[in-house]
């Protein structure tokens, strides 16, 4: 008896995004599709509210914009980053001169929320490959451990909302009036 094993199929990165969008969305690498976790409470609620307090600091002047759930499409990768903060002057604008349903470069800041069914592995992989494809930051917020992950410069700083002296969260240069410490993103969670 002979078995086979069927090998997985290899997609292009244009048939995958000829797809239509799928909920939760899925992620396309190295020929592969990926779907992302379905958001929980904790994961929700720091997302919703932490693209907000971004905003509140960076939107009136132009400095950047926080936006959720956004697909970015790079580097023969496309991304679907819980916040994708993007500096005002790299903003895609359609003819129109609206913001653009397409994002083709790595948002200037990534943030990711672990959902308890991801993989850390995979979520720290996705923030390394848009470093190297030209974003500033990374960040991995952890609701399970109530920690902060935060990627910069070929280093990676961990913070914990225990912590007895909170210091403020590094983030993106240019939106140092965003004072943040995890235990603020993770008081959040109290409803």
């Given at each position: ?41 904790k994961h929700s ?8 307090t971004i905003d ?45 349903n397409q994002f ?88």
């Open positions: 008896m002979v078995t086979t094993i069927e090998k997985p199929q290899i997609l292009s990165l244009e048939a995958f995004l000829a797809l239509p969008e799928t909920q939760p969305a899925s992620e396309y690498a190295n020929g592969f599709i990926t779907p992302k976790a379905m958001p929980k409470g609620r720091i997302q919703t509210r932490f693209a907000r509140q600091v960076t939107e009136e002047p132009k400095i950047a914009l926080a936006l959720t759930e956004l697909r970015c499409t790079f580097a023969g990768r496309s991304i679907v980053a819980d916040i994708a903060v993007i500096r005002w002057q790299n903003l895609p604008l359609d003819p129109d001169g609206e913001i653009s083709s470069h790595a948002p200037d800041w990534i943030i990711e929320i672990l959902s308890p069914d991801q993989s850390p592995v995979l979520v720290i992989e996705k923030i390394l490959f848009c470093l190297s494809q030209g974003s500033e930051i990374g960040w991995l917020l952890d609701p399970a451990t109530k920690s902060v992950m935060i990627f910069q410069n070929g280093s990676t700083q961990i913070y914990f909302a225990t912590a007895e002296n909170p210091q403020p969260l590094t983030v993106l240069t240019g939106l140092e009036n965003l004072q943040i410490t995890a235990q603020d993103i993770f008081a959040w969670l109290k409803v």
